[in-house]
């Protein structure tokens, strides 16, 4: 089972920047697919984006060309990179890895915009 440790969430204002990172027990070279997931009080775990092994990324609509996935392979670290943040955008995000079929998950980070 992998570990991971997300971090970087916090309170910010509509319009600023987060970047959350997601801590890896083990080298993210061998894990299948990296992704981060997000839950508002209320709502269902939705898919925010995903990075493939080959470095292909995937993002839910509503946060197209304002998060940015990326990894660092050396630091076994997934990064989110959050701007023109929306109220909107508040939830706990969960960072996942998946590794053939068995997907492990992370403790979650709180992340709050205010209006």
């Known amino acids: 089972q992998v570990q991971l440790v997300e971090s970087g969430g916090g309170l910010v204002q509509a319009g600023g920047s987060l970047r959350l990172s997601c801590a890896a027990s083990?080298?993210?070279?061998?894990?299948?697919?990296m992704g981060w997931y997000r839950q508002a009080p209320g709502k269902r775990r939705d898919f925010v984006a995903g990075?493939?092994?080959?470095?292909?990324?995937a993002y839910t609509p509503s946060v197209e060309g304002r998060f940015t996935i990326s990894k660092d392979i050396a630091k076994n670290t997934v990064y989110l990179q959050m701007s023109s943040l929306k109220p909107e955008d508040t939830a706990v995000y969960y960072c996942?890895?998946?590794?053939?079929?068995?997907?492990?998950w992370g403790q979650g980070t709180q992340v709050t915009v205010s209006s």
């Open positions: 996942a890895a998946s590794i053939r079929a068995r997907t492990d």
């Open positions: 083990e080298s993210i070279f061998r894990i299948d697919y």
């Open positions: 990075i493939g092994s080959g470095g292909n990324a």
